[in-house]
């Protein structure tokens, strides 16, 4: 079990350096080509900071482990909404932006709909795959077009986003953070994917409990420790939005693109119980959310609670 735990925490290091690789050369090579900051912000940052979980999620499909799969977006969707979210607002209140309210919750909500809805037959196919994807394109063209038109500069926006402006000298450092991207994540997905499916062996439990806890909460800890970052500096501005906005990318952009390349088969419990769970908190924080324009550190303490009330009930039946 030492030796399966070891190579989950090596695929997991191997994972997130590939991701912060790809994203630092996809960047670079992204306002080479003219793009703008802001552009590069809203999708290359955001597609690349959701490639490790999206390399999760195809390898453990290809490799028939679709438990893994679906347990990995459902699981950080909670997790990203109760443990991350619960973590920050405790440390300090997270307040709410007006597009959160009236454009991010309600995709967020929809989306999740629209995939509890599509999972009933147990399978998620191939044009369910290109549904999400042609979903996922309006919502990022929706955004880009947005953002253009708001009152700051785009070197404002770029900043807030944590995006350069410009690309390195060297442009074959940029290929090869590129390649050493691709390749971490190709390398770090399979050890990841193979660790999990072996404790889960050596644990006697199933594939979707390691799933929605083990995987699920390690492909969210860069999320985690970012949050407790700026939340420790106070700089939560944009926190919610983008806890939120990756809900939306694990669910159109992860699912959709991997049942493009394999269609993935849905276990009924995670249909009847995971799923539910996930609904319930998207749901449970709009309320909080139109209170006072903030996350408070109570309404943190019962998302928290939330999550680790859902963790027992997961593990509880082991």
């Known amino acids: 079990m030492i030796v399966n735990i070891g190579i989950l925490l090596g695929g997991l290091i191997v994972l997130i350096a590939g991701g912060e690789f790809l994203v630092r050369g996809a960047v670079s090579i992204a306002l080479r080509l003219k793009i703008s900051p802001l552009v590069v912000g809203l999708t290359v940052v955001a597609f690349g900071t959701s490639a490790p979980e999206l390399f999760i999620s195809v390898q453990s499909a290809l490799g028939g482990s679709p438990d893994i799969a679906m347990g990995n977006v459902v699981g950080s969707n909670i997790c990203n909404l109760a443990l991350v979210l619960g973590v920050t607002s405790i440390i300090t209140p997270v307040p709410v932006q007006k597009d959160t309210l009236r454009i991010d919750w309600p995709v967020a909500m929809g989306s999740s709909l629209l995939l509890f809805g599509l999972v009933q037959g147990n399978l998620i196919s191939f044009w369910e795959g290109v549904l999400f994807i042609s979903l996922l394109a309006s919502y990022t063209f929706f955004i880009i077009r947005k953002s253009r038109k708001e009152t700051k500069s785009l070197q404002a926006q770029a900043e807030e986003l944590d995006v350069p402006t410009q690309p390195t000298a060297n442009v074959w450092r940029d290929i090869l953070f590129l390649a050493l991207g691709i390749v971490g994540l190709t390398f770090g997905s399979n050890w990841f994917v193979f660790g999990a499916k072996e404790l889960a062996i050596a644990l006697g439990v199933s594939e979707r409990v390691v799933g929605i806890t083990v995987v699920a909460l390690g ?55 995971d799923m539910i769970w996930m609904l319930l908190v998207t749901f449970v924080i709009f309320p909080m959310m139109i209170t006072r324009r903030k996350i408070s550190k109570v309404e943190g303490s019962i998302l928290l609670a939330f999550y680790f009330y859902y963790i027992f009930s997961v593990i509880g039946p082991m």
């Open 219 to 273: 492909t969210s800890l860069p999320e985690l420790a970012t949050a407790i970052v700026a939340a420790t500096r106070k700089e939560t501005d944009i926190a919610m939005g983008n806890l939120i906005g990756s809900n939306i990318f694990n669910i159109l952009s992860i699912l959709g693109f991997t049942s493009i390349i394999a269609q993935i088969q849905v276990n009924d419990v995670i249909i009847r119980s």
